[in-house]
């Protein structure tokens, strides 16, 4: 596991105004010291643990993997909600961290995809587009067991690790796809095989979203992104 080698974590103490992204009835806060003090206690353990500067057992790696992790869940499950102010930079060096810290977990990534979605996280479109691969792969194997009786799920899930999946096909394309229509350098045959990949990941999601929940603003976009590519 890796994560960023700097993360400036002191942009709450930083002048600006402070935002969150739902507003609500309840109070809101700003975290404590104490918890970004621990975030930033983990960010320098992963710093040197990733320059080989100390020394771990991989158990004792997963575990602070999974309490930064369990630190970003909690800070963006309540910014979410309205419960607490931050500023834009804290809330996008946050979201950084947190997109490229996510563990290789199917439920993770899902969670993270949907808070990528609904704007609460912030990411690089590399990094969105490597956290949607990660998905798509974990799901097809998902699949792959599942047809091949060596799983047994309720149809809730089988739906929601559908929908997750052919999402998860249009946007690692599609994150490449924008970043790639904007930047010098790569190759005509790289930027034909992108746009032939996320054509064809929206065709087959179209093809079956009826079955989708929640997806109707997100059908007109796709359907939009697809008559573009068809011209």
């Not at 997963?62 to 309205?82: H, I, S, T, V």
């Not at 899930?157 to 052919?166: D, K, T």
């Not at 930047?183 to 095989?193: A, F, K, L, M, R």
Request: overall charge negative.
């Amino acid at each position: 596991m890796r994560v960023p080698s700097a993360l400036i974590v002191l942009a709450f103490l930083a002048s600006g105004s402070l935002s969150a992204p739902l507003s609500s009835g309840l109070l809101r806060r700003e975290l404590t010291p104490q918890e970004h003090q621990d975030v930033r206690t983990l960010q320098a353990w992963f710093n040197k643990y990733n320059a080989g500067e100390i020394m771990s057992t991989p158990e004792l790696a997963a575990e602070n993997q999974a309490k930064l992790q369990g630190l970003l869940n909690k800070f963006f499950d309540e910014y979410a909600r309205g419960e607490f102010m931050a500023t834009p930079e804290l809330t996008q060096n946050y979201g950084e961290l947190y997109t490229q810290s996510v563990p290789n977990d199917a439920t993770a990534l899902k969670k993270w995809a949907k808070l990528f979605e609904s704007g609460i996280i912030p990411a690089t479109r590399g990094a969105a587009s490597a956290n949607y691969q990660k998905l798509s792969e974990l799901l097809t194997e998902w699949f792959h067991e599942y047809e091949n009786g060596g799983l047994i799920t309720y149809p809730e899930l089988e739906q929601e690790n559908r929908q997750a999946l052919l999402t998860a096909n249009v946007e690692m394309h599609r994150q490449l796809w924008e970043s790639y229509k904007f930047s010098e350098g790569t190759s005509d045959n790289v930027i034909q095989d992108t746009r032939n990949s996320l054509k064809e990941a929206l065709h087959q999601w179209l093809a079956v979203h009826p079955q989708f929940n929640d997806v109707e603003e997100l059908a007109e976009e796709y359907k939009a992104l697809y008559n573009e590519l068809s011209q």
